[in-house]
């Protein structure tokens, strides 16, 4: 069993929105392994962070992803440093992997100034431009897709993936 589509990207990508639609389209079911550690743990992310760490939500992630791979067939969306883990990288090999590449300023405007993720407390432009900048290349390396999503609508962007994967 195998994902039709993974879908990774930055914070305001639109992994959710655009996954949602995608796998509408598709005919398949949508899963979020951000939902599945929430699950898991009892509470939302931003408590786990806070609560446990990122090291215990990153251990979270790990294996909520290594589970939505084996066991879901639909279109899988991965939080946006799910890719950080060497683990999970590897897992992705072979799987259709869709980056989902957003400018900062879409991805500030859709994730908010006021935000309550918790990797961009402090400043959170700047945060997000880092964290874009510094996984912007893993991304890349791992995507078999890139599709752009600034200034497009979700409904488009799912348009284009499935043309891109065959759907």
Do not use: C, W
């Not at 914070?11 to 949602?20: D, E, H, L």
């Not at 962070?49 to 899988?76: I, M, N, P």
């Not at 992997?97 to 400043?123: D, I, T």
């Amino acid at each position: 069993m195998s994902p039709r589509a993974v879908l990774i990207g930055a914070p305001g990508s639109g992994k959710s929105t655009v996954g949602r639609l995608l796998a509408e389209r598709l005919g398949v079911a949508f899963r979020d392994t951000d939902a599945d550690v929430e699950a898991v743990a009892g509470k939302p992310v931003g408590d786990i962070f806070v609560e446990d760490g990122e090291e215990r939500f990153r251990e979270l992630e790990a294996e909520a992803v290594r589970l939505a791979l084996a066991e879901h067939d639909g279109v899988l969306s991965l939080g946006g440093g799910a890719i950080l883990a060497e683990a999970t990288r590897k897992l992705l090999a072979g799987h259709p992997v869709v980056y989902l590449e957003v400018g900062l300023s879409q991805a500030v405007s859709r994730v908010g100034l006021g935000s309550a993720r918790p990797l961009l407390v402090l400043n959170p432009r700047s945060q997000l431009k880092k964290l874009m900048d510094a996984r912007r290349p893993v991304y890349q390396e791992l995507a078999a897709i890139t599709v752009s999503t600034d200034d497009r609508a979700p409904g488009e962007v799912a348009d284009e993936i499935v043309k891109g994967i065959g759907g």
